[in-house]
T-cell receptor
Framework: KAGVTQTPRYLIKTRGQQVTLSCSPI?????VSWYQQTPGQGLQFLFE???????NKGNFPGRFSGRQFSNSRSEMNVSTLELGDSALYLC???????????FGDGTRLSIL | EDQVTQSPEALRLQEGESSSLNCSYT??????LFWYRQDPGKGPEFLFT???AGEEKEKERLKATLTKKESFLHITAPKPEDSATYLC???????????FGTGTRLLVSP
């Protein structure tokens, strides 16, 4: 069974640009969550989508947005990139409810 | 404010030397607590879900327990392949919004 797939694995951008990251969940999973991981702050919740609707949102500025498509694939967009946005962005999918989240290996975003 | 504290930050063990990792939390509306392990360059890998105080789960050399304010991950007779960062994550409100601790980096030497 294929796991969560995130593309691209690595990305380098400059300040002020925008970026879109992609996540393909495990087949049958309708919940997709996004997290930011940095050495100082650890893993921080960004948002969760279920059946194309955002159900939960973390404490991140509006520059961070996401969406989910009818096939449960999800994208995350960050606009007006700042140096502090350099991080590993992780996507996790779940069947929802009490089921655990399963993570992809992330997209490492570096801002120059 | 929801907080999750894991201790110790780092732990070095000899192969076969048992120990415990701690996760203390203050999360409103706790629905469950999840344990993950993360290897360098990889995403977290799911280990356990605990739903209520007193619950225990076991998997190979690992056993997770839960009280109202903390969870423990007991590692019995660890092997070098158990070396990883172990993360605990209570869920806030719904099950899908996890609040992660900063983890315990475990190194098991042969």
């Amino acid at each position: 069974k294929a796991g969560v797939t995130q593309t691209p694995r690595y990305l380098i951008k400059t300040r002020g640009q925008q970026v879109t990251l992609s996540c393909s969940p495990i087949s049958g999973h309708r919940s997709v969550s996004w997290y930011q991981q940095t050495p100082g702050q650890g893993l921080q919740f960004l948002f969760e989508y279920f059946s194309e609707t955002q159900r939960n949102k973390g404490n991140f500025p509006g520059r961070f947005s996401g969406r989910q498509f009818s096939n449960s694939r999800s994208e995350m967009n960050v606009s007006t990139l700042e140096l502090g946005d350099s991080a590993l962005y992780l996507c996790a999918s779940s069947l929802g409810g009490e089921e655990p989240q399963h993570f992809g290996d992330g997209t490492r975003l570096s801002i120059l | 404010e929801d907080q999750v504290t894991q201790s110790p930050e780092a732990l070095r063990l000899q192969e076969g030397e048992s120990s415990s990792l701690n996760c203390s939390y203050t999360v409103s509306g706790l629905r469950g607590l999840f344990w993950y392990r993360q290897d360098p360059g990889k995403g977290p890998e799911f280990l356990f879900t605990l739903y209520s105080a007193g619950e225990e789960k076991e998997k190979e050399r690992l056993k997770a327990t839960l009280t109202k304010k903390e969870s423990f991950l007991h590692i019995t007779a660890p092997k070098p392949e158990d070396s990883a960062t172990y993360l605990c994550a209570p869920s806030e409100g719904g099950f899908q919004k996890l609040v992660f601790g900063t983890g315990t980096r475990l190194l098991v030497s042969p």
